[in-house]
């Protein structure tokens, strides 16, 4: 019975293993997303700027 434990032991790391891995791939894919959200942000508040500067312009 011994064999089980040392058994079951081994697939519970490599599946701790694996969650760890898969943890660290989404902490990666957020951090890209915030920084396109920031960049995307930055983009509209440019673009929003100049169109507000523009109306301003035409009275």
């Known amino acids: 019975m011994g064999w089980i434990d040392d058994e079951s032991g081994q697939v519970s790391a490599e599946l701790l293993v694996l969650v760890a891995a898969i943890i660290a ?32 312009d035409i009275k």
């Open 25 to 56: 791939v989404a902490l990666v894919l957020v951090s890209q997303l915030q920084n396109t959200a920031l960049k995307g942000k930055k983009a509209v508040s440019e673009a929003s700027e100049k169109v507000f500067k523009e109306i301003s």
